[in-house]
T-cell receptor, first 115, second 112 residues
């Protein structure tokens, strides 16, 4: 089946640090990937749509300068949380559909803890 | 999009029982519906999907029912096992590469 790999799985760092999270589609090409944020016992909230070769589309209320997205190849999208603060602590998850009208397949998430 | 709840509804069943998890969606333009299973500390895992031109689809031990008239989706799990314990989310979109909207989720607890 389609595999999406996310790295790192866990990050603990000091306030003010920038953190990069990678999302890779391992056995298919993904022109579109999605980034979500999830708080404990809550649903997934879409942050942005990552488009290969063009700018990401951000959901309302998500700061694009805070959450930088780069989708430079058909198998890799990165999310950089810039100057992270404790309120940015969360579970970040990426996904990619294998094609149009196909289900999104998810990575195993990145637990970000900012001290 | 969907509102996000602070407390997950919970369904507790005994091993071997059949489980039914329900989901109401709000967008009548949605064309594609998916059920995901999320275990603690992991990303959602695809279970089964259904398109709006169908009202029922079966997989291995799972069945999804779609009622477009009342905008309701359900997931039936036959002979529930402890390994089925997880949070289950329904999700919907308008097809293509459109964004998914997730439901609030239901926690399924299976007792041996």
């Amino acid at each position: 089946g389609a595999v999406v790999s996310q790295h790192p799985s866990r990050v603990i760092c000091k306030s003010g640090t920038s953190v990069k999270i990678e999302c890779r589609s391992l056995d298919f090409q993904a022109t579109t990937m999605f980034w979500y944020r999830q708080f404990p016992k809550q649903s997934l909230m879409l942050m942005a749509t990552s488009n290969e070769g063009s700018k990401a589309t951000y959901e309302q209320g998500v700061e694009k300068d805070k959450f930088l997205i780069n989708h430079a190849s058909l198998t890799l999208s990165t999310l950089t949380v810039t100057s992270a603060h404790p309120e940015d602590s969360s579970f970040y998850i990426c996904s990619a559909p294998t094609g149009a009208n196909q289900p999104q397949h998810f990575g195993d998430g990145t637990r970000l803890s900012i001290l | 999009g969907e509102s996000v709840g602070l407390h997950l509804p919970t369904l507790s069943v005994q091993e071997g029982d059949n489980s039914i998890i329900n989901c109401a969606y709000s967008n009548s333009a949605s064309d594609y519906f998916i059920w995901y299973k999320q275990e603690s500390g992991k990303g959602p895992q695809f279970i089964i999907d259904i398109r709006s031109n169908m009202d029922k689809r079966q997989g291995q031990r799972v069945t999804v029912l779609l009622n477009k008239t009342v905008k309701h989706l359900s997931l039936q799990i036959a002979a529930t096992q402890p390994g089925d314990s997880a949070v289950y989310f329904c999700a919907e979109n308008k097809g293509g590469y459109s964004t998914l909207t997730f439901g609030k989720g239901t926690m399924l607890l299976v007792s041996p």
